[in-house]
């Protein structure tokens, strides 16, 4: 059986560099997936091609998300560049169109909600009184912490029933969920740590499960691909 072809969106840097960590291209293969990097190009025509070929999107780990913020971004959180969210954008329509399933992870997660209509704090320790939940404001040392999945959820299906422990690195968090979504799991102090549509083709994880090889978040990535493969 062939793999199915998963997208997978990447950053940018501020001197025109295209960037991705290479956790989220093993973490497709480990799981049968054949992934693929999706371009920045300048214009939809030239990007579409490439998306009539995929089976799954990844939307992956990024800068702020600006739709449907509450509040302003943080000195030490830079917004995403305009080139990424547009590709990011004509990446996530095409999904919708074709309903393809579709993963995203930390930015990629409130990507999705804020397109579809949701709210999205700015910085959840100035304005929700929590601790770090990024190494950035934790003296750059890691960052841990158990979530609770909610029960009958595509997440608790996926081994995730009860506590899981994840890693963190975000300073906004979902406010609201977009329309279509619901939150599967949130954190001890309340945040919310996945939503997913009822189901089940879009799924966001606001921790980053290409770093937890051999773990529950192998299980995010064989949900994506599985989907994909029909």
């Known amino acids: 059986m062939s793999r199915p072809l998963i997208g997978i969106t990447s950053s940018l840097t501020a001197d025109g560099q295209q960037m991705l ?44 998300v600006e739709r449907g913020l509450i509040g302003v971004l943080p000195v030490d959180l830079p917004p995403t560049p305009a080139k990424r969210v547009q590709a990011d954008l004509w990446s996530f329509a095409v999904a919708q169109q074709r309903e393809m399933p579709v993963l995203g992870i930390c930015y990629g997660m409130q990507f999705i909600s804020a397109e579809l209509g949701g709210t999205i704090w700015s910085d959840v320790e100035a304005q929700l009184g929590v601790g770090p939940h990024s190494p950035k404001r934790n003296d750059a040392q890691p960052v841990e912490h158990d979530v609770e999945v909610e029960s009958g959820t595509i997440l608790s299906k996926l081994g995730g029933a009860g506590h899981v422990r994840v890693n963190s690195s975000h300073i906004q968090a979902i406010d609201r969920p977009g329309e279509g979504l619901q939150v599967s799991a949130r954190s001890a102090d309340g945040l919310v740590e996945a939503v997913e549509s009822v189901d089940g083709r879009l799924l966001g994880v606001q921790f980053h499960p290409e770093a ?12 994506l691909v599985g989907r994909a493969q029909g």
């Open 21 to 64: 960590d290479r956790r989220y291209i093993v973490a497709v293969e480990r799981v049968g997936g054949a992934p693929l990097v999706l371009p920045m190009t300048s214009g939809r025509a030239a990007l579409e091609p490439v998306l009539e070929c995929i089976d799954g999107l990844l939307i992956t780990g990024g800068p702020g």
């Open 212 to 223: 937890m090889a051999g773990s529950i978040g192998d299980e995010f990535f064989a949900h």
